[in-house]
């Protein structure tokens, strides 16, 4: 109970957010607006204060490698998986791009911080692998791939800039600032908006959540899920072993790649022609898988 407490408080706000779309006091449309506040404000100034006064060390490299490497490995053997399925080509680009993109911004950060207590090195870690391993790849490979199976012609260089991954700079600002001594009332400002990170990235979670997603051919979703909440940390598993990382770094990694599935993948494999509804019907079941199979990854990863 102990291991479970504290990620089943995360998924409590999730439901909040299902709740507050129930009783139409928000809708789903709403989500935008919070997500807009999620990645411009509190997101960079969690990154900021997470990474200010840290000490960083080159494990947090092999973790982005280790998190790069595993996407690639996931996405080819996904796309082996989907041959026998007989997807057409964007299902096929949206059941790899399911299989392997996880919401590690939304949902990874506020259990690693639930489940880990607030460690501040176990949030640099987290911070690392969501924003370099996984947010990155999502904006540049995932929408290259979801072009080449979906057979349109987005371009990376509209989506990828410091505009659209704030976070990024603002980690690397931390960082650098770290000799100096920041006023207190520029970090306690900085801390409490960073803090409105987790319940706000939950409720909506919750709100983006619909059952209406499930839809279409249930087996490839299915499929897609199990793979994405099974499959992807036992690559992670093997990654790691390979790299050397151990200790907290490899259980936070480990985590946060058990993330269900990003609902920023389902934007881009829509806006590179693939199958959008295809990820978003994998992110609803995954979302709610994840509330019984991440409690059980942190016990067997601890």
């Known amino acids: 109970m102990e291991t479970f407490a504290p990620v089943l408080s995360v998924f409590l706000l999730l439901f909040t957010g299902v709740l507050l779309r129930k009783l139409n006091v928000l809708q789903q449309s709403d989500g935008r607006v919070i997500n807009s506040l999620i990645i411009y404000a509190t997101v960079p100034a969690l990154a900021f204060g997470i990474f200010y006064g840290q000490k960083l060390s080159w494990t947090l490299a092999l973790v982005v490698l280790a998190g790069n490497v595993a996407n690639i490995v996931s996405l080819l053997i996904a796309r082996q998986v989907a041959r026998p399925l ?16 996880g919401n590690t911004t939304f949902m ?6 639930a489940a880990f207590h607030g460690d501040p090195q176990a949030l640099v870690v987290a911070m690392m692998y969501s924003e ?28 990828v800039s410091p505009r659209r991954l704030p976070a990024i700079p603002a ?8 000799p100096l001594a920041i ?18 990235a ?4 919750g709100l983006m959540l619909s059952a209406r997603s499930f839809e279409g051919n249930r087996g490839p979703i299915l499929v897609a899920a ?11 598993y093997a990654i790691l072993t390979l790299f050397g990382v151990h200790g907290l770094a490899r ?36 979302t709610l898988g994840s509330v019984v199979s991440l409690p059980l990854l942190l016990t067997i990863i601890r």
């Open 171 to 178: 980690m690397a600002l931390g960082a650098l600032l770290t």
């Open 226 to 236: 199990a793979m994405k909440l099974f499959c992807m940390p036992v690559i992670m």
């Open 108 to 113: 990874g950060i506020p259990v690693v911080d």
């Open 202 to 205: 939950m409720i909506s979670v």
């Open 183 to 200: 006023p207190d009332a520029i970090t306690g400002a900085l801390e409490r908006l960073g803090a409105c990170t987790l319940p706000l």
């Open 251 to 286: 259980q936070v990694t480990l985590l946060q790649a058990g993330m269900p599935v990003s609902i920023i993948a389902g934007v881009m494999a829509a806006r590179g022609g693939s199958d959008g509804p295809f990820v978003a019907a994998v992110t609803l079941v995954t």
């Open 132 to 159: 370099l391993a996984m947010s990155l790849p999502v904006y540049t490979l995932g929408l290259w791939l979801a072009s080449k199976y979906g057979g349109s012609h987005a371009s990376i260089r509209d989506v």
């Open 86 to 101: 007989r997807l057409s080509r964007p299902q096929t680009g949206a059941f790899m791009m399911a299989a392997s993109f």
